[in-house]
């Protein structure tokens, strides 16, 4: 069970958070994981990550939640709302990062929960996202995604391979209010 506690992360909150977000996703790439980027992924890359995420966070696009652990930010995970006219009930669950020392503690199942409570709120009815993680796609399923369908060789390796992509949607229910 996590002891962890999920919060929002405002976008004037990011420059506090920026180191520690920064060594999240570091470590998660060099540990393997398929996130959108390759290796060599340099400190100073997973940084100016972090600084385009800040300012769409601003911009209202898109909702970051983080898990702290003794008060220490260890896990992430983000709402991207659609922007399109008529995709305005819809956002995608992006970048569910857990640190690697910090795994298999229910961290990542609870910014899951927070991040459905956020699309909850909004009045979103569907959610998206797509994952090339054998752990993430088990967390997933769990939690009442399926698969909508899996294309093979998506996205580049951090090795210089290809690996599918398994896209999965979550239908949220109508405020019964
Ligand atoms: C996937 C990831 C977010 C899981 O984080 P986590 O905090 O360890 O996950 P949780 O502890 O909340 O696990 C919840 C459930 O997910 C499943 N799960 C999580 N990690 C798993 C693993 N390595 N193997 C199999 N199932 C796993 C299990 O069902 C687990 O429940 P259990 O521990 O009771 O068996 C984490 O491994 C990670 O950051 N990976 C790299 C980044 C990534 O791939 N993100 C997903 C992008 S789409």
Redesign the pocket.
């Known amino acids: 069970m996590t002891r962890a506690t999920i919060e929002a992360l405002p976008a004037n909150a990011f420059p506090a958070a920026r180191d520690a977000l920064t060594d999240i996703l570091h470590a998660?790439v060099h540990a393997g994981?398929s996130?959108g980027f390759v290796l060599p992924f340099p400190l100073e890359r997973a940084g100016a990550f972090w600084d385009t995420v800040a300012a769409s966070a601003a911009d209202g696009q898109r909702h970051v939640l983080v898990a702290r652990l003794d008060d220490r930010i260890v896990?992430t995970v983000q709402l991207v709302f659609a922007q399109q006219d008529n995709g305005r009930h819809r956002a995608e669950i992006a970048k569910?990062?857990?640190h690697p020392d910090a795994?298999?503690?229910?961290?990542?199942?609870a910014l899951m929960q927070a991040a459905e409570a956020v699309a909850h709120q909004r009045n979103l009815r569907l959610l998206v996202?797509d994952?090339g993680?054998?752990?993430?796609e088990?967390?997933y399923r769990?939690l009442g995604f399926a698969l909508t369908g899996v294309v093979p060789n998506y996205a580049a390796d951090v090795d210089g391979g290809f690996v599918a992509s398994r896209f999965m949607h979550k239908e949220l229910p109508a405020d019964a209010g």
Do not use: E, K, P, Y
């Not at 993680?133 to 993430?136: F, L, P, Q, S, V």
């Open positions: 998660c994981a996130v896990g569910l990062l857990v795994r298999r503690r229910g961290i990542a199942q996202l994952t993680t054998d752990a993430a088990a967390l769990r």
